[in-house]
């Protein structure tokens, strides 16, 4: 690795290795310079599915969402059948709250190569939810989490589904389970939780 931060080695080192130094740089939270080398790794090799994933998931990290989502769409059109990348795309879009057809298209075509995987079964519930199909969303997101038990994220959207449907008491326990399962960003949850206190459940 120290070798490698040699911005000099950099420059004639393989795409590989600047693939995973850009992964050593995102794990240690510094995003811009795993931007800066996953690019270098791009420039030498623009077809590199594993460098554009990555990258696209740093983009995203960044709040570079449109960066994020063009990336994703080159991962596709180099691998049409790349489960994680549809995924990515299909969610991105679903949380957007924008192209919620072509999300729910993408998230299908995902779930054909992984039907079992219970991120992509969540992110179908939740361009469900995103549509105004809360039953529909509660089916998908329940078998979500029997095939990922303790995610907050899909607790969360189990919470945020069952509230949808007028059953608060499923939302605040929902709710409580994802608040155990965080490690941060926990505000948002908190809020959620006091606010159904506060309405007198």
């Known amino acids: 690795i120290r070798l490698l931060e040699d911005v000099n080695l950099r420059v004639t080192a393989e795409p590989e290795l600047l693939f995973y130094l850009g992964t050593f740089y995102e794990e240690a939270e510094k ?25 696209g998931v740093v983009y995203d990290k960044l709040k570079r969402k449109e960066d994020s989502m063009e990336a994703m769409r080159k991962v596709i059109r180099v691998d049409p059948k790349n489960a994680n990348a549809l995924n990515y795309l299909g969610y991105s879009y679903a949380d957007l709250g924008q192209n919620l057809g072509e999300a729910e298209k993408l998230i299908k075509e995902a779930l054909k190569y992984k039907p079992d995987d219970g991120y992509i079964t969540d992110s179908l ?8 199909l809360f039953q529909k969303a509660l089916k998908f997101l329940e078998k979500a989490i029997r095939l990922v038990p303790d995610d907050p994220i899909i607790l969360e959207h189990l919470g945020d589904t069952y509230l949808k449907t007028g059953s608060k008491l499923k939302a605040l326990e929902y709710y409580q389970q994802s608040l155990k399962m965080k490690k941060k960003d926990k505000k948002d949850i908190e809020k959620k939780i006091q606010d159904l206190k506060n309405s007198g459940i």
């Not at 519930?125 to 105004?132: E, I, L, N, Q």
């Open 31 to 55: 995003l811009q310079k795993a931007v800066d080398v996953l690019e270098q790794g791009l420039a030498k090799d623009p077809d590199s599915v594993r460098i554009l994933f990555r990258l």
């Open 125 to 132: 519930g939740w361009v469900y939810f995103k549509k105004g």
